[in-house]
Each structure stands twice: as C-alpha cells, then as structure tokens.
Antibody, heavy 118, light 113 residues
C-alpha cells in the first residue's frame, strides 16, 4: 500500500541544522510532487515546501525561505528537508505528504517532532 | 496568499446528530484545469491528518458516506449526517488552486456532547 515513512528530527539548539527524511513506497514516487507540512504544538497545519515530481522546481513558505531546502532522490524514492539556522518558532511536528488535490489518493507520513531550544 | 476561514472553530455534537463546518476562501478556488482544488482533512489526536474529500465533494476511498462536501467558488461546507464517536478530532479545509503557498483553514475541533 501507499506509505511514507519518516526519519530524523529531535532536539536541536537554535541556529543549528537538522535533516528530515521521508521514504516512499507503494506508488510511482517519481510521478508526484511532494510536500512538507508542519504543525506547531497545539496549532494548525502550515504548508512548508513542495518539490516537483522531477525535482525541477521547488517552492517554500516565506517563514522558511532561504533556511530550508527540500530535495528528492527518485532513484531511492526518498524526500529530504534540510533545515538550517533553526529558530524556536520552527518547533513542530513535520509531515511529508503528497497533498494531492485532484488525484484519487493521498498519503501522509507519520510525522516527526523537531524541537528547537533557545 | 489565499486566506481560508473556517467556522465554527469548535463544535459539540450529540452522537447521531448532524454536524456542519463552513470554509470560505478569499479567492475563487477554480483552477485553470476547471477543477476546484479544495480538500477536507480529519486529524485525530496524536495522528497524522487524513484526507476525507478532494475536489470539493469527492470522497476518498474508505470514507463513510455520512461525510459529504459541497460548495463552489469561495464557499464550501463539510457535513456529517450522523456523528459517530470516531469522528472526534480536528477538521481542516485546504486550497491548492493558488500556490505557493498552499493554505489551510484554522481547523474546527469536533467533540461529542
């Protein structure tokens, strides 16, 4: 079945870096754009970034532009989020997601908690 | 950016009774492909969000038919015909018509009365 399995995350000091990963299976990974979405403790969902199916373009939320980099390896069916210059306000559960809006299936990873201490 | 506004932000519903959540967007969500890119998600406590409905009214596989979506343009509604205990959690609408960024509503918390 369609699955996104996340790894990475943890506690990090402000100003440091962290990398999240997301391994896909059960579908043709290389044909889908894929996103990162985050949720601060007790808050709603916030879109973070998207990368196109072939990796030719990427877009970011203003709140992370210039600090986060989304990337993918279609040969390994993996997605990554490199997070640099982390801030306490980046503390959240991060989800990888297909976030499709017109196709008949969607999928989310299990989420991974990133805590940035000041 | 497109602003998504949900109401109410919380709902307390008796088991077996209906529930309705409104979602309004600051711009029409009709995309150039002719589709309206509006999703509804449900998130149970401690779990990942799960998509319930896409393209305003198309239910995802496995979603009970007591869930229905409707609306057009900028006004959308999610209805639950008869609330069950498993329906508790937070419901979000999301637009994918004008991006970046994709934007979510604030969320509506459903509890059982």
């Amino acid at each position: 079945q369609v699955q996104l399995v996340q790894s990475g995350g943890g506690v990090v000091q402000a100003g440091r870096s962290l990398r999240l990963s997301c391994a896909a299976s059960g579908f043709t990974f290389s044909t889908y754009g894929i996103h990162w979405v985050r949720q601060a403790p007790g808050k709603g969902l916030e879109w973070v970034a998207i990368i196109s199916s072939d990796g030719s373009y990427e877009y970011y939320a203003d709140s992370v532009e210039g600090r986060f980099t989304i990337s993918r390896d279609n040969s390994k069916n993996t997605l990554s989020l490199q997070m640099n210059s982390l801030r306490p306000e980046d503390t959240a559960v991060y989800y990888c997601s297909l976030l499709t809006t017109v196709t008949s299936f969607d999928s989310w990873g299990q989420g991974t908690l990133v805590t940035v201490s000041s | 950016d497109v602003v998504m506004t949900q109401s109410p932000l919380s709902l307390s519903v008796t088991l077996g009774q209906p529930a309705s959540i409104s979602c309004r967007s600051s711009q029409s969500l009709v995309y150039s492909d002719g589709n309206t890119h509006l999703n509804w998600f449900h998130q149970r406590p401690g779990q990942s969000p799960r998509r319930l409905i896409y393209k305003v009214s198309t239910r995802d596989s496995g979603v009970p038919d007591r869930f229905s979506g409707s609306g057009s343009g900028t006004d959308f509604t999610l209805k639950i015909s008869r609330v069950k205990a498993e329906d508790v959690g937070v419901y979000y609408c999301m637009q994918g018509a004008h991006w970046p960024p994709y934007t979510f509503g604030q969320g509506t918390r459903l509890e059982i009365k």
